[in-house]
């Protein structure tokens, strides 16, 4: 997991030393699953005027009911690697080593590949938190195959030249890469079988575009909050706000926070935009967020960067709004509590008088520690990393934003943070700046075809939890028989791919028995099919 | 059309320096729409001692049933430049500009853009033979697009460069262009609109995959002897010989040509084989097929370049078996009979006795002139050209067969010539000399998916006529109500897609009309889907 990590932690250093007009770029480049370690990453021990206790922190779910991924996944597993040419569009391109495991003790003659379609990070991650495949396993006869998306993890071509290259980072060269090691591992294993894909958040939009794509390689996937209409030149105009809006609802009333915490942290924001304006209030401000002496809060523009930070921790929180205590979000590092908007709403529950600025700030930073204090032992807040990391290393997700799945968003009077409108130049100027490429906003659309392909495809199942900011951009509503939305309700990212728990919904039980019905419907299909062709 | 002519000149001065190892590939790799200028260019007037005059042809059509172009196609069109990305998946890759042809006097509002999927020659080719296009226009208040193909007529990158650069040409890229191009003039006019494909043979298959890969930016296809099961790797095995097992049907008596066509013509290749084997036989030989005098022929290798040319005649006369005079095949430049296998077989409709090798090769020498004399001015028969063309001139659609869409064929003992295995590392070397790149036998099945892809996708018409040697690795069966096999009785290659004539068959018509009915339900329910979305 090194190279992820180091990969995150200049992403973390990136946004600390973003100018504000890289706001809204950053929220959406970063703001899949490469993410959950992007700020904590951030959070480094240092001397602070104010200490968070772990004391602070409200009640935790038992250690018992934490998401505890089963130890031995990765003995069950053998790593492998394959030669992938990496332009599969033009025969004479160069080739690299592209990682995949293959867990195969559950196999059996009659039953499925389940095909984990990789996304940004290492692909150690998805096997080690895609439960769904893990507990179906031996009810489908299936292997499990956990293919790593090229550019990350160990898949990684050109060593330390590899940003040189980064022309073959494309969605379509992965999707080619997916359908050629499926096509081989069939050969190889010489087992006419169907194919099952799993995916979550930029996973399982590879996932439905693989099966747009491929309808002959990958019979069909269970695509988990994965936001595939959030793009431009779609049939219907896009809802750029919908993110903030759904983080805005975790912490509301409906959604099980404090009746206040809305209406509180909508204050936080003129509160520090006013203390920002002065020296004597920048302090009071630094000191009521518990921030470190070290971080620099000298100017507006600083404490605009303080505000987005602070944001960014609903944000992550919303995505790992969970029912139950889990580490998935934090990277298998720390532990969110269950439901962290609701545990950070808890300590702005009350009500704060209008002069009070300071208290609420108090209050407010001792929210922000569910997310920035998460490993219980930090003393103050630090916004920047110490960047100790390669220069080399490079936040591919950010490529990817840029260069093909362009996603714009806005920050509308409806959240309870700052109105920002979508702001396309900012997005062009840093895309250029940081990689010398210019947004195409329209090719995603042209690509993959948003609402309309979603007509003309078949055998995708969409997942979206009520609580998860990206299901705004989610399929919430059937296209046909087989390409069907579910609701999790009560649920976050992606929340009915991960493993079981005591604590999960009933909503979320519910969606995982439709997805197995439909997962067994595409098998008996594949096997009716070859059947047919036998008898012919 | 220069270019595109003097790359077929020089496809056939390699056709003409071929080795025989080489003669599958070719057949395969010269094989499709380009290939009607190949062996025609190898015929120059010289001095012989054998003279075919005219009046050897058999009564051809009166010449106002002839399948003349309407003169004034073009100049109904205006001839448009759009600049297109060369690589669709790296945003950073340089650009070209792709010709495209827009003939918009019969649009109306409501109606639909008609988009010939241009395949490998000068896009005006087909702007002036796609009659089912034009004469449809009217009726679906259609605008007509002509996209031209990346790196053919006027649409080549790197000006004499080009060789230097064919990692470029793929049919990927090919797909992205049209999608690309699609979108922008949808907006550039401000229409939504259905859009409906159309594509013959090598622009069949792209049009299928079009639909298959980007059923957001193609409503519907019309595929006109598409050979999209011509791959290895499918769920049911290739069946490799068909192609001249068909060309000797057009040859049989069901056919329509002389109950002894077929045993004669297979007759000749024994004959020149014995003849062959001595330096007297292989004068006998040369005069009685009218082979020019500066033709050598010295040696059993330069018997088989013959015996290869005159089995071309065939292959090609059998593409165009069309049941009036056309052009089609000639590109144009001169007129092919109607029915043009039964002409050539009614050479040698005659019986000839065992030891009248010579006589029966005088006949075949006239059959042969059905094609290689259809300029009507002919002496004898040159089988090379003389090569006065720019060494930078390429033969485009090679190198697509090397790299991308390889077509296994062999001649099997059922047909009218001598057998001749597949060959596979033959092709691969001749692909290895030519370009320097390594045939993936396997990619086409994985990009595109074959039978199974077509059970997966929707509306596609593909379009054969048994005469067509192509079909026997077309679509013949229904895949769904939306994914139909039209039959076209009596008919070449893509038939339907040519002008309306006075001789069609009835089977022809009926097809046609079929295909109407679908490009009208397709139209229909986009337009029903459009108010579907405003009224929501």
Same mark, same amino acid.
Not at 329 to 339: E, F, K, Q, R, T
């Given at each position: %997991?090194?190279?992820?990590?180091?990969?995150?932690?200049?992403?973390?250093?990136?946004?600390a030393?973003?100018?504000?007009?890289?706001?809204?770029?950053?929220?959406a480049?970063?703001?899949?699953?490469?993410?959950?370690?992007?700020?904590?990453?951030?959070?480094?021990?240092?001397?602070?005027?104010?200490?968070?206790?772990?004391?602070?922190?409200?009640?935790?779910?038992?250690?018992?009911?934490?998401?505890?991924t =089963? @130890?031995?996944?990765?003995?069950?597993?053998?790593?492998?690697?394959?030669?992938? @040419?990496?332009?599969?569009?033009?025969?004479?391109?160069?080739?690299y080593?592209?990682r995949?495991?293959?867990?195969?003790?559950?196999?059996?003659?009659?039953?499925?590949?389940?095909?984990?379609?990789?996304?940004?990070?290492?692909?150690?991650?998805?096997?080690?938190?895609?439960?769904?495949?893990?507990?179906?396993?031996?009810?489908?006869?299936?292997?499990?195959?956990?293919?790593?998306?090229?550019?990350?993890?160990?898949?990684?071509?050109?060593?330390?030249?590899?940003?040189?290259h %980064?022309?073959?980072?494309?969605?379509?060269?992965?999707?080619?890469?997916?359908?050629?090691?499926?096509?081989?591992?069939?050969?190889?294993?010489?087992?006419?079988? =169907?194919?099952?894909?799993?995916?979550?958040?930029?996973?399982? %939009?590879?996932?439905?575009?693989?099966?747009?794509?491929? =309808?002959?390689?990958?019979?069909?996937v269970?695509?988990?909050?994965?936001?595939?209409?959030?793009?431009?030149?779609?049939?219907?105009?896009?809802?750029?706000?919908?993110?903030?809006?759904?983080?805005?609802?975790?912490?509301?009333?409906?959604?099980?926070?404090?009746?206040?915490?809305?209406?509180?942290?909508?204050?936080?924001?003129?509160?520090?935009?006013?203390?920002?304006?002065?020296?004597?209030?920048?302090?009071?401000?630094?000191?009521?967020?518990?921030?470190?002496?070290?971080?620099?809060?000298?100017?507006?523009?600083?404490?605009?960067?303080?505000?987005?930070?602070?944001?960014?921790?609903?944000?992550?929180?919303?995505?790992?709004?969970y029912?139950?205590?889990?580490?998935?979000?934090?990277?298998?590092?720390?532990?969110?509590?269950?439901?962290?908007?609701?545990v950070?709403?808890?300590?702005v529950?009350?009500?704060?008088?209008?002069?009070?600025?300071?208290?609420?700030?108090?209050?407010?930073?001792?929210?922000?520690?569910?997310?920035?204090?998460?490993?219980?032992?930090?003393?103050?807040?630090?916004?920047?990393?110490?960047?100790?990391?390669?220069?080399?290393?490079?936040?591919?997700?950010?490529?990817?934003?840029?260069?093909?799945?362009?996603?714009?968003?806005s920050?509308e009077?409806?959240? %309870?943070?700052?109105?920002?409108?979508?702001?396309?130049t900012?997005?062009y100027?840093?895309?250029?700046?940081?990689?010398?490429?210019?947004?195409?906003?329209?090719?995603?659309t042209?690509?993959?075809?948003?609402?309309k392909?979603?007509?003309?495809?078949?055998?995708?199942i969409?997942?979206?939890?009520?609580?998860?900011?990206?299901?705004g @951009?989610?399929?919430?509503?059937?296209?046909?028989?087989?390409?069907?939305?579910?609701?999790?309700?009560?649920?976050?990212?992606?929340?009915d791919?991960?493993?079981?728990?005591?604590?999960d919904?009933?909503?979320?039980?519910?969606?995982r028995?439709?997805?197995?019905?439909?997962?067994?419907?595409w098998?008996?299909?594949?096997?009716?099919?070859?059947?047919?062709?036998?008898?012919?």
């Open positions: %997991m090194d190279q992820e990590k180091t990969s995150m932690l200049l992403s973390a250093r990136r946004d030393g973003s100018r504000s007009g890289r706001r809204h770029l950053l929220l480049a970063v703001g899949l699953l490469l993410t959950p370690m992007l700020l904590l990453a951030t959070v480094f021990s240092c001397m602070g005027s104010v200490s968070i206790r772990p004391s602070d922190l409200v009640d935790q779910q038992p250690t018992l009911q934490v998401d505890v =089963p @130890t031995d996944l990765l003995a069950q597993c053998d790593e492998k690697f394959f030669t992938q @040419t990496l332009d599969h569009f033009d025969v004479g391109a160069p080739t080593q592209q995949y495991f293959v867990c195969d003790r559950h196999f059996r003659p009659g039953g499925v590949m389940f095909f984990y379609v990789g996304n940004e990070a290492d692909v150690e991650l998805y096997l080690n938190h895609t439960g769904l495949m893990w507990e179906n396993a031996d009810e489908f006869g299936a292997t499990l195959v956990f293919a790593e998306h090229r550019y990350f993890g160990k898949s990684v071509p050109f060593g330390k030249n590899v940003t040189k %980064m022309q073959y980072l494309s969605t379509e060269q992965t999707l080619a890469d997916y359908a050629v090691l499926i096509t081989h591992l069939k050969e190889e294993w010489q087992r006419e079988i =169907p194919v099952i894909g799993f995916g979550g958040s930029y996973g399982g %939009m590879l996932g439905s575009w693989f099966r747009m794509k491929y =309808p002959h390689i990958i019979d069909g269970i695509a988990g909050s994965a936001p595939i209409l959030s793009f431009l030149g779609d049939e219907v105009p896009l809802d750029k706000g919908s993110f903030e809006r759904i983080v805005t609802f975790d912490a509301s009333e409906e959604a099980g926070s404090a009746p206040n915490c809305v209406p509180n942290i909508r204050r936080t924001w003129p509160a520090m935009t006013t203390l920002g304006k002065t020296k004597e209030g920048r302090q009071q401000l630094k000191e009521a967020l518990s921030l470190c002496d070290s971080v620099a809060v000298e100017s507006e523009e600083d404490v605009e960067e303080v505000m987005e930070w602070a944001k960014s921790a609903f944000d992550y929180m919303a995505m790992g709004n029912p139950y205590p889990s580490s998935y979000i934090m990277n298998g590092v720390s532990v969110l509590p269950a439901y962290p908007v609701r950070a709403c808890s300590y529950a009350d009500e704060f008088t209008e002069d009070d600025e300071v208290g609420l700030l108090s209050a407010f930073s001792k929210s922000l520690g569910v997310y920035y204090n998460s490993t219980l032992d930090q003393k103050c807040y630090e916004l920047s990393a110490s960047s100790n990391e390669s220069a080399l290393d490079s936040d591919f997700w950010d490529y990817i934003f840029c260069s093909e799945i362009y996603q714009p968003q920050v009077e409806d959240s %309870m943070f700052w109105a920002a409108p979508w702001n396309y900012a997005d100027e840093n895309c250029q700046s940081e990689w010398g490429i210019e947004i195409r906003p329209l090719w995603a042209t690509q993959y075809g948003g609402r392909a979603l007509k003309a495809v078949s055998n995708i969409f997942s979206n939890g009520n609580y998860d900011p990206w299901s @951009t989610g399929v919430l509503q059937n296209f046909s028989d087989s390409v069907v939305a579910l609701s999790v309700e009560g649920g976050a990212h992606h929340l791919l991960m493993f079981s728990n005591k604590l919904t009933p909503s979320v039980l519910a969606v028995e439709t997805e197995k019905k439909h997962m067994h419907k098998a008996r299909e594949y096997y009716e099919d070859k059947a047919g062709i036998a008898s012919e």
